[in-house]
């Protein structure tokens, strides 16, 4: 699992190797995580929000 982050277009291109690459760029969406941090919760919106801190 990999994400490819564009600050310019504010989205989040997620590349796994079982499915072909999905593009999140609703604040809302829930990003996928890999197995070991299922726990772990995070959105395009919260991302974005820590990157301008």
């Known amino acids: 699992m990999g994400w490819l982050i564009d600050p310019m277009e504010r989205s989040v291109f997620v590349y796994l190797s079982d499915r072909p690459t999905e ?3 609703a604040p809302a969406a829930q990003l996928p ?4 941090a299922r ?8 991302l974005f929000g820590w990157l301008l801190e």
């Open 39 to 46: 726990d772990f919760s995070l959105t395009v919106g919260e």
């Open 23 to 25: 593009v999140f760029d």
């Open 33 to 36: 995580v890999p197995k070991f």
